[in-house]
């Protein structure tokens, strides 16, 4: 499959994602039987509801009730959106004859960085339904994935971005065809003046 083919798999994956997560009922709700014997009117409380002390600040419920139904969305959603990232920054680079020995370090650093992820969600399912939360180097698990991990891992692609752009990416000869290119316009330019 063409990269550019993949890309758009990814897109509509995406997309169809975010679709069904509209159509998975939220929870949690109350059904309300009216006084007047009307229908039962169902209630969602997942975006907030009054507090029953504090006027001003709105209570969620918990957060494995909430999230259990839409939390492997949230996943795959994640996943595809890493398999988008890698994708387009392959993408650049398969015009070159040297663009084999690019797969193996961004497959694997890919793999790295959805492990990651999927460390961030599982640990958060567990996360959401223990009554004692465990710290590692002072935050709660799934949050710590989320800063040691995810906010550090993208420096690696950033790294290998800078090492193979020159020679790669825009190479020497791609920059003296966009030379020639705008040298050819600006006399076309120049000539219908």
Known sequence: MKLPHLLF??????????VAAFFIEEVP????APED?????????????DHPEFGAMQASGEGAERHARVLWLGLILGLLEIGFFLTC?????????KFGPLLRPVTIAGAIYAAIFTAIVLTYRGYATEDTHTLFLGLPTPTAWMVYGIWFFPFFFVLLYMHI?????FTEEDAERF?????????????ES
């Open 89 to 97: 920054l392959v993408l650049g680079a398969q015009k070159n004859e």
């Open 179 to 191: 030379r020639e290119i705008v040298a050819a316009r600006r006399k076309a330019e120049a000539e």
């Open 29 to 32: 709700f109350v059904e309300i």
């Open 37 to 49: 014997g009307g229908p039962v009117v169902r209630e969602y409380l997942g975006h907030g509801f």
């Open 165 to 169: 752009f020159d020679s790669w990416t």
């Open 9 to 18: 798999a990814l897109l509509l994956a995406m997309c169809a994602v975010v």
